[in-house]
């Protein structure tokens, strides 16, 4: 089926929240695991045939918390998707600080995907395959139909409900996030503690983290907020304490619940929403993108 491309976005890449995170490949939700594991295979092959040019980057590392609830929960979202994912055993907790003995951890290998990396490559090849880029201010999806696209695919990320304009932008929401490039070269491996209080290794850069803020929609980082994140951290890996701050990034996570993936036919056209993905834009990618394709193949044909 021979198609015609043209991706619409009203600023400029380096704007968007996608320029920012570190994107390590890890499912919240277990609903989206066929999903995360087609973007998983996707970033697999990726980083074998071409590596990280791509901003891919494969990278091993452990998440700790007092619930080992939360952590079953991990291993039952993506613990066979992933490589090598295992808890933590007695021995292997000693190497972190911490005086508590209810301390859980796991283990796992998988891949982060740095957006200002991944996705000017994916640009570039999109262009070398013929797909139009438009900086433009679209208002809702009718605005495209009216001009005589047959499919009109929302991925606005915060703006999804807006652009959908029947009323579902009530339902999207965003949730703020606060991420440090840091000057810690020596560290290879990405370490969470109950998923707020992290450090990542991407291919050059080292990113720590995070606030979650529900509705919060300041662009600017707070002393009080840049504090609370160094000392959470710290206290976790003691050997920061005197790491220096390259860069700092505010973001908003396009939310809903659930994500909104679904194919609305008008006339004989065909409007596919695809936002509200929250923290986990990268990890479901692909698997997202594969289903859009399939929608679209079984409408016309």
């Known amino acids: 089926m021979d198609v015609e491309i043209t991706i619409f976005s009203d600023l400029p890449f380096e704007k968007t929240t996608s320029w920012g995170p570190a994107g390590l490949h890890r499912i919240d939700n277990g609903m989206y695991r066929k999903w995360g594991n087609l973007t998983f295979q996707r970033y697999s092959n990726l980083f074998r045939d071409i590596g990280g040019t791509t901003g891919i980057q494969k990278l091993s590392g452990n998440i700790l918390s007092e619930d080992i609830e939360k952590l079953r929960l991990q291993e039952r979202n993506y613990g066979d998707i992933v490589y090598d994912f295992h808890f933590l055993s007695p021995r292997e907790l000693l190497q972190f600080n911490s005086e508590r003995t209810n301390l859980s951890g796991i283990h796992f290998t998988a891949f982060t995907t740095e957006g200002r990396k991944y996705v000017p490559w994916m640009t570039e090849r999109l262009k070398g395959l013929g797909v139009h880029f438009i900086q433009r201010h679209v208002l ?4 495209l139909i009216n001009e005589g696209f047959d499919v009109v695919v929302n991925c606005a990320g915060i703006r999804g409900g807006e652009v959908a304009d029947d009323g579902d932008s009530v339902n999207v929401y965003p949730i703020r996030g606060v991420l440090f490039q840091v000057d810690a070269p020596w560290q290879k491996q990405f370490l969470y503690e109950d998923f707020t209080t992290f450090t990542i290794p991407t291919i050059e850069s080292v990113y720590m983290g995070t606030v979650k803020e529900i509705n919060g929609m300041s662009t600017q980082v707070s002393p009080e907020e840049r504090e609370a994140v160094r ?5 976790l890996q003691p050997a920061f304490k005197n790491v220096s701050i390259i860069s ?8 809903r619940d659930p994500i909104r993936l679904e194919a609305i036919p008008f006339n004989n056209d065909l409007i596919i929403h695809n936002y509200g993905h929250g923290g986990n834009g990268f990890t479901l990618s692909w698997g997202c993108a594969l289903e859009v394709v399939e929608l679209i193949k079984n409408h016309f044909n």
């Open 231 to 235: 000392q959470k951290y710290i206290k």
């Open 248 to 255: 700092e990034w505010v973001g908003f996570r396009p939310s």
């Open 140 to 143: 809702n999806v009718l605005e």
